[in-house]
């Protein structure tokens, strides 16, 4: 089945084939369904709030008020954000007798303004500390691939992909810190979108990483995506021009990147390579030593393990016993780091950031797998030297990207039946239109 695009979705408002309220009885169907992914996938169901929402945009496009074409259409948010009235709990225990929201994320309300519709919270990984997607306190939600036998979605944004993927939602909230919007977009067949961090604030989202984290988009498509990233960073939409793959310049990093493959990954990555060269792309595989910079920054645990630390150590201290102990024990990494180390990063990231940029400027975008491996079984999971092996590897390539401050898509390029693989187009920051613009070129040519 085909799924429709945020484009065709609204293109139907517009004439009067669907209306708001009839998409969103649509996704709560599919959320209630109980041969589905509902309830592993969201949290929290804004059942009532959806549909008055709904009927209120309808009612708008009626009279040609609509607050833009895009109104009325249904979306999930991940549980890392606040919504007014709502307790964010970030996908924890720990937090469930937290104060409810005294207003939406800057995130959500720039959603919302733009028509957009709530219809619910979904899961993700505790506190958002992870690439595989597992929740011991929610339940994790399948991976679209093989459901029968169950594979972890990605994470951290795990019910933000699945939402997508199964219909419940037609777009999502994610975030970013080392992969999470990307990953999950990856192991789930569908595209996922990390900003140049600065475009979107962070505001009202439980930190994970104030240097890394960046808010961005899941969907069905390029474009998709390049709506809602334009609604988040608070910029007009126009409509992208996707760019020919003839003459595009594209640069495979070889150091790092490539390293330990799972051999489907490598097939499917090469093919995609292979059919972007026949049509005539620029293909230069090249050496980035500056990526072999980033392991000893993050020997201790980096910005992510520092910065959690400080935002977590009253609240571990307290509710450590409940925390998922493959969560807390990487926060508590953060409490070995000096502020002299910690102090030592931001000038080591400045330099990484300058010399990476310097090397990539000749090229329009890096290209490489999203993920070095297929979505595991979650039964594999519970084991946990193969647990911290999976996660290395779902979040190395992605992590690259957000250490060098960079914007970065993932694009299906699996064949229909096989284990879902996504290749990435990365820049520097700043460079997230011609990411889309590349993207959006060649998005049906590397597909399967």
């Not at 493959?326 to 931001?346: K, T």
């Amino acid at each position: 089945m085909i799924q429709p695009t945020l484009a065709s979705l609204a293109d139907d408002l517009a004439a009067g084939r669907t209306t708001s309220r009839t998409l969103v009885e649509e996704c709560l169907a599919r959320i209630a369904d109980p041969h589905g992914e509902g309830v592993r996938t969201f949290l929290r169901v804004d059942k009532a709030a959806a549909l008055a929402a709904a009927d209120a945009m309808d009612q708008l496009r009626s009279v040609n008020a609509a607050p833009s074409r895009f109104a009325g259409i249904p979306i999930s948010i991940k549980d890392l954000f606040d919504i007014k009235g709502q307790v964010s709990r970030a996908g924890s225990r720990a937090l469930e007798d937290s104060a409810p929201a005294e207003a939406d994320a800057t995130a959500v309300a720039r959603l919302r303004g733009a028509g957009f519709v709530v219809i619910g919270r979904t899961n993700m990984v505790e506190f958002a500390y992870s690439g595989i997607g597992t929740n011991p306190h929610y339940g994790t939600p399948k991976s679209s691939w093989q459901r029968e036998i169950g594979h972890v979605p990605g994470g951290s944004s795990s019910g933000a992909a699945v939402s997508v993927v199964d219909g419940m939602a037609h777009g999502a909230l994610g975030t970013d810190t080392g992969g999470s919007c990307r990953i999950p977009a990856a192991f789930n067949g569908i595209v996922g979108f990390k900003p140049t961090q600065r475009r979107v604030p962070l505001d009202g989202a439980v930190p994970l990483s104030f240097t890394l984290d960046s808010i961005g988009p899941l969907a069905r498509t390029v474009e998709c995506c390049a709506v809602m990233d334009s609604v988040l960073a608070n910029e007009t939409w126009v409509p992208l021009v996707p760019r020919p793959i003839k003459g595009m310049r594209l640069a495979v990093p070889t150091t790092l990147a490539m390293d330990d493959l799972e051999p489907i990954v490598a097939d499917a990555f090469e093919r995609a390579l292979k059919k972007l060269a026949e049509q005539g792309a620029l293909i230069e595989r090249i050496a980035v030593p500056e990526f072999l910079d980033i392991g000893p920054m993050s020997v201790k645990g980096g910005f992510t393990a520092a910065e959690s630390y400080a935002w977590h150590r009253y609240l571990i201290s307290s509710k450590g016993d409940i925390y998922d102990p493959r969560v807390s024990v990487r926060i508590l990494r953060g409490e070995a780091i000096s502020a002299a180390d910690y102090i030592d990063l931001l000038p080591a990231r400045r330099s990484l950031i300058a010399r990476t940029e310097a090397r990539i400027a000749p090229y329009d975008a890096l290209v490489m797998p999203t993920a070095a491996i297929t979505p595991p079984l979650i039964a594999d999971m519970e084991d946990d030297k193969v647990f911290a092996k999976a996660n290395i590897m779902s979040l190395r390539n992605c992590t690259l990207i957000n250490m060098i401050d960079g914007c970065a898509i993932s694009l299906p390029i699996h064949r229909d039946g096989e284990a879902p693989v996504g290749l990435m187009l990365a820049g520097a920051a700043g460079s997230d239109r011609r990411i889309f613009e590349l993207a959006a070129g060649m998005e049906n040519a590397v597909r399967g």
